[in-house]
T-cell receptor, first 116, second 115 residues
Framework: AQSVAQPEDQVNVAEGNPLTVKCTYSVSGNPYLFWYVQYPNRGLQFLLKYITGDNLVKGSYGFEAEFNKSQTSFHLKKPSALVSDSALYFCAVRDWRDNYGQNFVFGPGTRLSVLP | DTAVSQTPKYLVTQMGNDKSIKCEQNLGHDTMYWYKQDSKKFLKIMFSYNNKELIINETVPNRFSPKSPDKAHLNLHINSLELGDSAVYFC??????????????FGPGTRLTVL
């Protein structure tokens, strides 16, 4: 069965500094990996995904993530954090054989606080 | 031009009542889901429907019954509400057949409070 770990409950970073939100995963087949962001009292918004190809994927709002197969990681990054990036971030994984999202698994979330 | 919509946004009710939450998507997706997000923000899938057919039925009480009248709608009916049902419920949709990865798109959520 798939699983996702986000080792940090909270990440604090100063505005303008680079940010990293960590994610590691476990899946038996090839992984499809996703990042979502949740602002207060809102639904989850899709940021980016890795399916195949280039290990560095770019997404919305200047975010990018790097897939590392040997470390089974998919860390979210941004070169320069904004206060408005403060939110809850979820990593998710599905197995490439999963036809209907029945094994779409979310991590526990990491709260990002960007300090002015 | 809302992609995934849910109604109501807030639902406050007494224990023992029956309530429904409606979900609609206009993305042309064929798979829809219900998730429960608890007070610690953990997300747990409850149900998944593909083309109106139930695919997943996780270990949720049978007081919860999803109904999909067509591919664009997936409603959630809850009987005999209990205090522990208080949570935020999210509807989501995707292209089930892994087309391009199958990322899910979420509705704004329904905050259910059982008193």
């Amino acid at each position: 069965a798939q699983s996702v770990a986000q080792p940090e409950d909270q990440v604090n970073v100063a505005e303008g500094n680079p940010l990293t939100v960590k994610c590691t995963y476990s899946v038996s087949g090839n992984p499809y990996l996703f990042w979502y962001v949740q602002y207060p009292n809102r639904g989850l918004q899709f940021l980016l995904k890795y399916i195949t190809g280039d290990n560095l994927v770019k997404g919305s709002y200047g975010f990018e993530a790097e897939f590392n197969k040997s470390q089974t990681s998919f860390h979210l990054k941004k070169p320069s954090a904004l206060v408005s990036d403060s939110a809850l971030y979820f990593c998710a994984v599905r197995d490439w054989r999963d036809n209907y999202g029945q094994n779409f698994v979310f991590g526990p979330g990491t709260r990002l606080s960007v300090l002015p | 031009d809302t992609a995934v919509s849910q109604t109501p946004k807030y639902l406050v009710t007494q224990m023992g009542n029956d309530k429904s939450i409606k979900c609609e998507q206009n993305l042309g997706h064929d798979t829809m889901y219900w998730y429960k997000q608890d007070s610690k923000k953990f997300l747990k899938i409850m149900f998944s429907y593909n083309n109106k057919e139930l695919i997943i039925n996780e270990t949720v009480p049978n007081r919860f019954s999803p109904k999909s009248p067509d591919k664009a709608h997936l409603n959630l009916h809850i009987n005999s509400l209990e205090l522990g049902d208080s949570a935020v419920y999210f509807c989501a949709s995707s292209l089930g057949r892994l087309a391009g990865g199958g990322e899910q798109f979420f509705g704004p959520g329904t905050r259910l409070t059982v008193l």
